[in-house]
């Protein structure tokens, strides 16, 4: 591929809901500008994008990809991100590496979730916006209504249309340049005179554009109150300005089908000229993870210290592709660059740029571009790569805490050696992605996003050498008591030799949370009990905490005291009072009102107001309590606190009750007691459980 230098180098993300026909933009954009020669479609598995197995199996994006696109002496990056919600921290690094977002929206449906989403990240990150109305050729497609939509559910901004469709659904056949005011059919590139019939309508929309044009600067301003109008020049200065800086809100609109390739040339041009360009990026940085942001001013050149922010990592059976983004400086194959998350160096191989999954060689990286390198010793995901001497992160988006898990299970011996490092790799790769060895519940566990996100990782293992089943994971509930109680235990174990001999009283006091999970006492006075036996007595009742009394499960939030107990001169020993101790400490916690206590999670839900009934019913049915409604632009947010037993599997059932368009956020917040009915149903299974092994 040819060399680009920074100034002509466009970083763009592709974001927005599933279906919205991200993958087909791109692959139209490709298509136009001679990249490839015939059209791939989604459905067909045959897109330049979705390369991977699983995308072509499932018919949805799954990964960003890079496609490289050349186009008027500039290299446009397009990231086409995953509108999928349980992918959506492959679309959030995109846009952490994108220097706009084009939110692809679908002319019939209009904004959703996952274009909510997308404005989020790009808020997140000052990424300006710019929107595309796809689809047009749709039946019903409409572009006011969509247009409408926009301006209702996101009314911070301001959208002000750029392209006007030419017709719409089977007559769509081009779009209105309202800066020339020219007509721009089919695919082609020549312009013609406006329709008639759409004449008004053209004129009333550029008047709108040259308002915002003219908002955008100040001398622009003064000359439009003098004369009322401005020059294609001026206008295109104005909107320029505008669209290149977030805080100014305002939103630049195109109309286009991908499908046909109808739009996509003047939305090339946009790309190119409203775009910013990557050396006027402010870069966010932090002197240490979690620290106070400081950012990195423009212009970034070449001549700046190498910096880059690794976004998204491929792992195939060839070993694994590293995709980063070059904020300043410019590196060549060979450097050596110090990997600070990891706080060693790497050597930089042979430089590539990605057109899906085909491989373009690259001499030099300049500041802005966007690039991949294979055969990294050890980065991941998120870290960032800096020459010697820059010691500054670059930021990191934050992600939603996991929503989903599942208890894995390797199906043999072989898989059991090796699950533990293909998961690592897994996560590392993917930051949304979690597991963990459980020891209260002896489960390996693996978080994400979604069912699908799940299902996803545990395919990739196993193309990786690892073969795994899954379960619905054991809720961690917890044990403690509601009353102080006593018992005592004697140990007593005689085979003819040397005997074992302990007695030990003790007491069970409840203790609130913020005295903490666990006391241990002592009160014994007279010598009863000797201070290295009074040690084996706390040693037993520690055990006894971990494997439970009721159910099997942790206890928390007791204090164990004893007070009493006797000794045998020969025949007392260290593991005589380790069995009296966890069997006094058994029988005064079955005496002093034992309970089950279990996690309640808050939950925020956001979906169409027509959903609002079936949520709030459903939050009902799962012991769940209601904590707001509200509504905002459009949609509606529910707040709840709900038991996490009964939202292992809520994602499942929020798509279904919403046919997808619902959205939700979950995190732990505090434990309570469980109702008396299910934990009688708990304990009883957890006696089955014990019997049958």
Wanted: hydrophobic share 40%; net charge negative.
């Amino acid at each position: 591929m040819k060399e680009y230098t920074t100034d002509q180098l466009r970083n763009v993300a592709l974001a927005g809901h599933q279906s919205a026909g991200k993958t087909s933009l791109g692959e139209s954009l490709l298509f136009a500008t001679g990249a490839i020669t015939r059209m791939g479609k989604v459905e067909e598995g045959n897109t330049v994008a979705d390369f991977d197995e699983d995308e072509r199996a499932r018919g949805l994006s799954i990964y960003t990809s890079l496609l490289p696109i050349e186009y008027q002496g500039t290299k446009i990056n397009v990231l086409d991100a995953p509108g999928y919600v349980d992918f959506q921290g492959e679309a959030r690094n995109a846009m952490r590496v994108a220097d706009a977002a084009l939110i692809v929206v679908d002319a019939v449906s209009g904004p959703e979730v996952g274009t909510e989403l997308a404005f989020d990240y790009a808020a997140e990150f000052d990424v300006p916006v710019m929107v595309l109305i796809n689809k047009m050729d749709r039946e019903n497609a409409n572009f006011a209504n969509a247009l409408s939509m926009l301006r209702t559910r996101f009314p911070g901004y301001r959208f002000v249309p750029v392209l006007l469709p030419i017709g719409a659904q089977a007559s769509f056949s081009g779009v209105i340049d309202l800066v020339s005011l020219k007509a721009r059919t089919g695919p082609g590139k020549d312009s013609a005179d406006v329709p008639a019939d759409l004449r008004d309508a053209a004129e009333e929309a550029r008047l709108e554009l040259m308002e915002a044009a003219a908002e955008a600067d100040d001398a622009l301003l003064e000359k439009y109150f003098e004369s009322e109008t401005l020059t294609d020049d001026e206008i295109r200065q104005g909107l320029l300005a505008a669209a290149r800086d977030p805080h100014k809100k305002l939103v630049p609109v195109f109309a286009a089908s991908a499908t046909y390739s109808i739009g996509v040339l003047p939305l090339l041009d946009a790309l190119v000229s409203y775009v910013l360009p990557p050396s006027e990026r402010r870069v966010a940085v932090q002197a240490e993870r979690g620290g106070e942001v400081e950012y990195l001013e423009p212009p970034q050149t070449d001549q700046g210290p190498a910096v880059a922010y690794v976004f998204h990592s491929h792992t195939d059976k060839y070993g694994t592709l590293t995709y980063f983004r070059l904020f300043s400086g410019m590196i060549k194959g060979n450097d050596t660059l110090v990997n600070l998350d990891g706080g060693h160096e790497e050597r930089i191989g042979q430089l590539m740029t990605m057109r899906g999954e085909t491989q373009l060689p690259v001499d030099v990286v300049h500041a802005g571009d966007i690039a991949v390198v294979a055969k990294l010793r050890a980065t991941y995901t998120g870290h960032t790569l800096a020459s010697k001497g820059f010691t500054k992160f670059v930021t990191r988006p934050n992600f939603a805490a996991p929503v989903y898990a599942v208890a894995v299970h390797p199906r043999t011996q072989s898989d059991s050696a090796k699950m533990g490092e293909v998961l690592t790799d897994l996560t590392n790769a993917d930051p949304t992605l979690r597991w963990r060895q459980d020891p209260a519940l002896k489960q390996t566990i693996l978080e994400g996003s979604g069912a699908t996100h799940i299902d996803i990782a545990i395919s990739r293992a196993e193309r990786n050498g690892v073969s795994m089943d899954t379960s619905l994971p054991k809720v961690p509930y917890l044990e403690t008591i509601t009353k102080t109680a006593s018992a005592e235990y004697t140990h007593k174990k005689q085979t003819g030799g040397a005997g074992q001999f302990a007695r030990v009283f003790l007491r069970v006091e409840p203790l609130s949370e913020d005295q903490g999970e666990f006391e241990f006492g002592n009160e014994v006075f007279g010598g009863a009990i000797s201070a290295p036996f009074i040690a084996s007595t706390e040693k037993g009742v520690r055990q006894a905490l971990e494997s439970g009394v009721i159910a099997g499960y942790p206890v928390r939030y007791v204090r164990a005291v004893v007070y009493d107990g006797k000794m045998h001169p020969v025949d007392s020993k260290d593991i005589a009072f380790q069995i009296a101790g966890r069997g006094a400490f058994r029988e005064a916690f079955m005496n002093a009102g034992p309970v089950l206590l279990e996690p309640i999670m808050s939950v925020r839900v956001i979906v169409p107001e027509e959903n609002m009934g079936d949520i709030m019913g459903d939050f009902n049915a799962r012991r769940g309590r209601v904590l707001g409604m509200e509504t905002e632009a459009g949609r509606s947010v529910v707040r709840a606190e709900v038991p996490l037993a009964e939202m292992q599997r809520y994602s499942n059932d929020l798509r279904s009750m919403t046919g997808g368009r619902g959205v939700f956020t979950m995190e732990f917040l505090r434990y309570e007691r469980v109702p008396a009915h299910i934990q009688q149903e708990i304990i009883a299974k957890a006696e089955k459980a014990k019997e049958e092994e």
